[in-house]
Every structure is written in structure tokens, then in C-alpha cells.
């Protein structure tokens, strides 16, 4: 065996082996595969092997849509067949919610280029004519799904890699994985040790087990999965083609041809974790016992959808473990805290999803970046709150909802609260109803009288429409108050700590007292976060970006930390409030006796009441309004200034809900809506707060960027549903771009929308249409902001 490689990946199930060949086909040969049995041994071989590309995530769509197009480049680089069976595929709606769903999906898949259809209940019949079309609406018809043979794809995936110079040993079990001072591994065996730069965690099973040997918790657990393979079934032996898939998420099942049979799978309700402890490593390749109990309503309900299923004999059962992280995508890319130590595991679609998994690995490893934002599969968007007593509830709970309707202002329930603030008692005797980003609970809105205490999941306008109206109102016209909590906070000192800032930022590092907004761009140019930064002292610096991205953050910060500059996360250790609206300034001045004569992008340290406060003039209400910071400890006796000194005023609650409302009436983006890692300074206007005059990460392709398309707003002729995201946007009949988030603006009571659409075609008042739930809806692009056009409110 080598003793020293540039990457050693650990595992050699679909996901290993994929990640082991984008390495070799971008570049690397010096790479080693380590797989305790033979290739497939953990959750690969026992797969189903079936493959689609609907994700509710865009990029993660694109990326199964990736996967899926690469077996056929497979089959000819390598020979070896990886029994592909592109059959198509349909997903049935059985109610409105379910339909409503599809169709957005659809929508989105026009501007993706994807050729997904909506079908009725006829066409459902003639495609997939096993299928009882009783009570179903419609379904989505996807022509790339299929299924393949999992075991031939993984040996074709090493044999490319093999081809490329990749080594694989197999009977090779990866005992310790051991940093040495200088930041590379030795990655020790049964066989010897192979130091190496790169370590990929590929364990899939034992994905927990070999984190752990690097003192790494993997948020993923797995869960017990069943399908059902069938004997002869007569209409499919009479049949001249293939069956297609058939989804049927009512039903919670996933159906296909197997030989002249069928092959039935189930997302049961009453499902189970499995290996609670610990993966045991004398796990082989093998099954666990049948428990046709466990799915038994999910095959009542199946024989009634598919009647052929009810009168074939069932020749397998195949019953066994695969892993999930809480939110059901993979965990892939750099593990935050670590030099060199990569994460691809979690993956609960090796065959949907295992090649855009490799690929963007591979990307990251040898690139530095990846060619799309892949914040929803990026390891780094759990923090260090996560424990497996909150991953296993969410596994579960995500296992359950696998087949159920995803609605955009859904809240889960599994694991919560987890994380709390000081306020959480106080807010929910003024009605919170909660939300929850990054472990944390965060006001949605506060309902009041007999409005809901709980927001209706809905595509549509929801019922707490009337309740976050109110809070609006209440900002616009008086003075709002909300906390500041969910900010990723981050306090940046020592000496060296502006010319720091300079280069990781590009925007203008703020003078002392002052506060600037700056763009985080990649080297390739890309948008890594839209920063606050607010100069409290000659070497001392607060910024604050989005609370979730604060493990992504951190990860780049540390990976360019330098000499003479101190980096701290104080996420958490920074507590505060938003007050705004046109009296915010009187508020603030009834409840301090410092001068509150502050200019627009203000930062000062004041007593408020009798709390040490750093004050902030900004808010993402774009209405007048302060930030109030303070310790956490404090935070109590800040709310009790601030509430009491409102009274008189008529002092109202927001929530988040509001918040997105209010930022609409201002054009403000959002970040991972309007700024993400897909999208450049240049495209998002995120350029104007660049500081081109100085040197900074980014700024060679920033300046040599042209994008042909831009951001813009519209106004959007809406009825009961607005803009949420990807929503392709139509000129005479042609999509010219998508949405990439809106609202409906409760102030000016009109529905907003942003979207990236062709440079050329940007001109007030062009009119286009945005596909909103099927129905095309007439939108008009402005280029002002309708509320304090020339900020004159909010810099009051
Ligand atoms: C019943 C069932 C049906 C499924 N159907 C589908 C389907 O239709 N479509 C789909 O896309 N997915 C399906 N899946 C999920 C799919 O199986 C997984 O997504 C996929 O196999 C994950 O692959 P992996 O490489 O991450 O992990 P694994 O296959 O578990 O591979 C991990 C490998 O790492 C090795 N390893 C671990 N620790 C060490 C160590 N210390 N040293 C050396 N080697 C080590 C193991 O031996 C193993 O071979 C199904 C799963 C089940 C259980």
C-alpha cells in the first residue's frame, strides 16, 4: 500500500467512489480510495438504485440533474454497464396543496431548462397504467427518471477513477485518522498509514464513527428503509415497454419495474432509527429481519393506488440501513475547525445525488470553490449547537416528511426550542409564534386577540396575513420593535485588523464611530456574504452578516487569518433589539441620557437605562431605526427600558415575518434569496459598495466581471399568493429569468418581486409576467423604491 497520497478518501460505497473520480478527472491522480470489505458494502449494494432530479432546492435539482447525465459518460469512458433504466417517471397530487406544489416545481424547472410536465389524470393512466388515478389531481412528469443497477455504477465509478490513477484498496479498515503539527494526516490502517494532505470522510454508515476519529461530530443518523419486490405481475408482463416510476407521495411510496415484477418502497410513518449508538463495525453486508408490520397501512394503501400489486406474490423483501442528515441533503465540503478534513457523507440519494456530490467536492478540494452555491448540502450550515439528541428527532421527523407537501413558511416542529434567547418567555406572553434559523427560535410574528397563535402552512397568502399587517403598520407609522439576535456576529481586533478587513472584504473598511456595508467576494468573484461593518475603536471592528451562514463565515475568516488579527464569533454573545419607525429616535432619547444625535450609519457606545449598549444607526426595515446591542445577561433589563419607555408612545412588536415585508418596500436584498454564493457583486448591484481603489480577495474577477444579466424589482399584479423563489419570469412568452424572492408588501399593498433577468432588456416600467402557482400574473419592473424614494426617512 502507499504510504502518502494528496487525498485519502475513507469508504468506498457510490459517494466515495464518485468523489474518487471527479478527483482524478479534475486533475488529481494521487489518490487513494480506503474501503474496509469490498466496494459497496455499507448502504450502496442493498439500494434501490432509482434516480430523479426533483429537489425543492434549485441547486441541488441541478446537481441530481448532473448525476443523472453522467452515468452515460460512465458507461463509454469505462466500458462497464451501470444498467440504466431511463424510464421517466410521474409524481402524483392527490389534493390542491400537493398539485399547487408540483406545479411550482414545474416552474421552476422551466428557467433550469428541465423538461418536467404537468399532466391530468388521463394522460397519468395511459403513461403509468398500473396506477388507480381515483381522487389524483394531476402529476409531474419528469422523462429523466430511472433507476440503475447500484453496484455496476459504483464499479463503474472506480474503474473511471482507477483509469484517471487512482488507487483503490479494498479490505482496508481506516483504524485512527491523526493531524500532525503541521496540519496533514496520518490516515492509519490495518494495512500501514498513509500520511496525506486531504482526508475525506466517505464512511456512509460509519460516517459517525470516522468523524469521531478526528474528534468530529457528523450531524447524520441512520434510518431503517424497506421496499418490496414482487413476482411476475401480468400487466407488466404484457406490457412492450418499460413501466415508468411512479411516486405516490400520499401513499409515501416510490414504485417501479423490477424484471416482469414490481418494486415498491415506503417512507412509513411509523419508521425507525437504527444503530442509536454507534454503527456497529461488524455491520456486513447484510440486511435486517423483514418487518412487513411496520409498512403495513403504507401496502394497504398501496394496493388500493396500484390494484396489479395486491394479487402478486412477494419474492423480496429488502429491509436495511441508510444514513440522513436533519434536513435530508448531504453534508459535504470543508469541515469548519478543520485544516484538510473533508465531509461527503449523509448522502440519503447516492444514486440521485452522488455525482453532484463529487463533483462539487472535488471543486472545493482542488479548486478552493465550487462552481455553484451548495449552501444547502454544505456541511457548515450546522453549527457547534448540533448534538445527536437534536439530529435523531429531525432525522426522524425528515424521514416522515420525506413524501409530504413542502410549504415555504412551514415551520417543523422535531427538537424545539433547541436554542433560546432571554426573551423567549417574555415574547411568548406577548404571542410569539415562533420560527426557527440555526438552531434558533426567532419570532415569526406576535399574535394578538384571535389572531393565529399558529401560521397555517400554505403556497398562498397565509392567516397570519392580517397579524403581520399590523406589525407593519406599527413600524411605519410609529415605532417597531424587535431583537437582533439572529445576526452572525463577529468581533475582529489587533493590530493588524483594518488591513485585514481591507482584503477579506471589498467594500470600504469604516472609519472610527462609522458603519459601511461590503460585499465578501471569492476569488472567482462570487458572493460569500453582505457584511455590516461598524468601527468601535481604533484596532477594533463588529460585523454582522446572516446568522446562518456563521460556520461558513468563520470557516473562510480562519482559513485567512493572519498574524496580529483576532477573530471572534460573539453570534451569541451579542444580544440586542431593532427599534424603528419614525419615532425610533424618540424612544431612544426617552430612555438614555446620551446624545442620540446620530447621523445614518452611526455606531456609539450609550447607557440605556442601565445597560451598557453599542447603538447602531441602520435597519433592515429600511425606516428610521437604531440597533441596540448588549450582553445577553443584560438583555432583560434592556427590554424592560425600552418596553416601558414605549408605552406612552404605543411601542408595538415585529417579527421576522414583518421584517421581510417592510425590507421589500426599500428594494433590500436577502441574503441566500438575493445574494448567494450563484450570484456576483456585479449582477446583484452588490458593486456599488465595492472600493475598487484598493487591493482585496475577489478583485481580479469582480473587475473583469460583465454579467449580461441584473437584479431588479417588480411590482407584481398578484391575487392570493406572492413571489417566494425561482418563479421564471416570462417576456412575450420567452422566460427571460426567475425571482429570486419577494412578498407582499404590506405597507404599500403591493406584491413585490426581485429577480435576475437579461442586462438589455432592464428599463422602468417593463412589463413581463411572473408564473406564480400556474397562473402567469402581469409584473412591472421599477427602478425606484416606492416607500422614502430618496431615503430621506431613513436617513432622517
Ligand atoms: C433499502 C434502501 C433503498 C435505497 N434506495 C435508494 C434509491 O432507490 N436511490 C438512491 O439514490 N438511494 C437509495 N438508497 C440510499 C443509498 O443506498 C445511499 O444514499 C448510498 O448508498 C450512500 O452511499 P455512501 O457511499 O454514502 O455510503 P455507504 O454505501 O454506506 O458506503 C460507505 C462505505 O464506507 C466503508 N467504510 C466505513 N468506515 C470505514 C473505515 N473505517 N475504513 C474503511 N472503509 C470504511 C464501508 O464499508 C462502506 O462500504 C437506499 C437505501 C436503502 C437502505
Redesign the pocket.
Known amino acids: 500500500m502507499k504510504t502518502t497520497a494528496q487525498a485519502v478518501i ?8 464518485s468523489v474518487l473520480y471527479h478527483l482524478t478527472k479534475l486533475g488529481w491522480s494521487d489518490v487513494v480510495l ?18 430523479h432530479t426533483l429537489n425543492g432546492d434549485t441547486n441541488m435539482a441541478a446537481l441530481q440533474g448532473y448525476t443523472i447525465k453522467l452515468y452515460r459518460e460512465l458507461e463509454e469512458i469505462t466500458g462497464l454497464s451501470c444498467g440504466l433504466h431511463h424510464v421517466g417517471g410521474v409524481t402524483l397530487a392527490d389534493n390542491a396543496d400537493r398539485f399547487d406544489m408540483l406545479v411550482a416545481e414545474r416552474a421552476k424547472h422551466r428557467y433550469m431548462g428541465l423538461e418536467t410536465e404537468i399532466i391530468g389524470p388521463e394522460e397519468i393512466r395511459k403513461i403509468a397504467p398500473i396506477t388507480n388515478t381515483d381522487g389524483i389531481l394531476g402529476a409531474l412528469y419528469d422523462p429523466l427518471d430511472g ?1 440503475l443497477d ?1 453496484s455496476g455504477t459504483t464499479h463503474a465509478y472506480a474503474k473511471a477513477a482507477r483509469m484517471g490513477g487512482a488507487t483503490i484498496e479494498t479490505h ?4 485512527a485518522t491523526t493531524q500532525r503539527a503541521d496540519g496533514t494526516w496520518d490516515v492509519v ?1 490495518d494495512k500501514g498509514t498513509i500520511h496525506t494532505e486531504h482526508v475525506v470522510n ?6 459517525r ?2 468523524a469521531a ?1 478526528a474528534g468530529i461530530y457528523a450531524p447524520l443518523h441512520p434510518m431503517e ?3 418490496i419486490v414482487t413476482d411476475d405481475v401480468p400487466e407488466i408482463v404484457a406490457r412492450d415497454s418499460e413501466h415508468p416510476h411512479v411516486m405516490d407521495p400520499a401513499g409515501e411510496s ?1 414504485l417501479r419495474q423490477e424484471g416482469r415484477g414490481l418494486c415498491i ?1 415506503f417512507y412509513e410513518q411509523p419508521c425507525r432509527p437504527w444503530a442509536v449508538d454507534g454503527t456497529p ?1 461488524s455491520f456486513g453486508a447484510e440486511l435486517l429481519p423483514d418487518d412487513l408490520d411496520k409498512i403495513e397501512d403504507s401496502i394497504e394503501f398501496a394496493y388500493n393506488r396500484f390494484p396489479a400489486l395486491a394479487r402478486a406474490g412477494v419474492k423480496t423483501v ?6 440522513f442528515a436533519p434536513d435530508g441533503n448531504p453534508l459535504v465540503g470543508p469541515v469548519p475547525g478543520m485544516r484538510g478534513y473533508w465531509s ?2 449523509g ?8 455525482g453532484g456530490v463529487g463533483l462539487m467536492l472535488a471543486q472545493w478540494m482542488i479548486h478552493g470553490e465550487c462552481e455553484r452555491d451548495v449552501t444547502a448540502m454544505d456541511v457548515a450550515r450546522f453549527g457547534g449547537w448540533i448534538t445527536p439528541g437534536y439530529t435523531r428527532p429531525k432525522v426522524i421527523e425528515n424521514y416522515q416528511k420525506r413524501f409530504s407537501v413542502a410549504y415555504p413558511n412551514e415551520e417543523l416542529p422535531a427538537a424545539r426550542p433547541h436554542r433560546t434567547t432571554p426573551m423567549y418567555d417574555i415574547f411568548t406572553s406577548h404571542g410569539a409564534v415562533w420560527g426557527h434559523q440555526y438552531g434558533l427560535e426567532v419570532p415569526n410574528y406576535f399574535a394578538q386577540g384571535d389572531e393565529p397563535t399558529f401560521e397555517t402552512p400554505s403556497f398562498r397568502r397565509s392567516d397570519a396575513f392580517d397579524a403581520i399587517a399590523r406589525e407593519v403598520k406599527g413600524v411605519r407609522s410609529n415605532v417597531g420593535i424587535t431583537e437582533v439576535h439572529n445576526f452572525g456576529k463577529y468581533r475582529i481586533t489587533g493590530r493588524h485588523a483594518r488591513a485585514w478587513l481591507d482584503r477579506i472584504m471589498a467594500g470600504r473598511i469604516p472609519k472610527e464611530g462609522r458603519i459601511s456595508l461590503t460585499p465578501m467576494l471569492s476569488p472567482k468573484g462570487k458572493l460569500l456574504g453582505d457584511f455590516t461593518v461598524s468601527c468601535t475603536g481604533e484596532n477594533s471592528f463588529h460585523l454582522t452578516a446572516s446568522y446562518g451562514a456563521q460556520a461558513q463565515h468563520m470557516r473562510w475568516f480562519l482559513q485567512h487569518q493572519e498574524d496580529g488579527v483576532s477573530i471572534e464569533n460573539i453570534s451569541d454573545k451579542l444580544n440586542g433589539f431593532s427599534i424603528a419607525g419614525p419615532r425610533a429616535t424618540d424612544l431612544l432619547a426617552a430612555c438614555t441620557r446620551d446624545d442620540t444625535a446620530m447621523r445614518f450609519l452611526d455606531t456609539r457606545p450609550m447607557t440605556i437605562g442601565q445597560t451598557a449598549c453599542t447603538v447602531q444607526r441602520v435597519s433592515y426595515t429600511g425606516d428610521l431605526g437604531y440597533e441596540i446591542y448588549c450582553d445577553p445577561m443584560d438583555q432583560r433589563a434592556l427590554w424592560t427600558t425600552l418596553w416601558t419607555a414605549g408605552q406612552p408612545m404605543g411601542l408595538s412588536l415585529f417579527g421576522m415575518r414583518a421584517i421581510m415585508s417592510l425590507r421589500l418596500d426599500r428594494h433590500f436584498g436577502s441574503w441566500m434569496r438575493e445574494f448567494s454564493p450563484d450570484y456576483t457583486a456585479k449582477e446583484t448591484g452588490m458593486d456599488r459598495f465595492i472600493q475598487w481603489d484598493k487591493d482585496f480577495i475577489g478583485k481580479e474577477a469582480a473587475v473583469a466581471d460583465n454579467p449580461d444579466r441584473a437584479l431588479v424589482t417588480f411590482v407584481v399584479d398578484a391575487t392570493d399568493t406572492d413571489v417566494t423563489a425561482y418563479e421564471p419570469i416570462f417576456l412575450d412568452d420567452e422566460v427571460i429569468g426567475f425571482c429570486t424572492s419577494g412578498g407582499y408588501s404590506h405597507h404599500l399593498g403591493k406584491s413585490i418581486a426581485f429577480g435576475l433577468i437579461p442586462k438589455a432588456q432592464v428599463a422602468e416600467g417593463l412589463r413581463v409576467e411572473v408564473e406564480l402557482l400556474g397562473d402567469r400574473r402581469p409584473a412591472t419592473l421599477i427602478t425606484t423604491p416606492l416607500f422614502d424614494p430618496d431615503g430621506s426617512r431613513l436617513r432622517a
Open positions: 475513507i469508504g468506498g460505497g457510490v459517494v466515495g467512489a480506503l474501503e474496509r470489505a469490498e466496494l459497496t458494502s455499507g448502504s450502496t449494494w442493498h439500494a434501490a438504485g432509482g434516480f433507476h447500484p482496508t479498515m481506516v483504524t490502517t466517505a464512511g456512509g454508515l460509519w460516517a464513527e470516522v476519529m428503509h424497506q421496499y416510490y418502497g463495525w429488502v429491509h436495511g440501513p441508510f444514513t461527503a457523507c448522502v440519503m440519494a447516492g444514486f440521485s445525488q452522488g
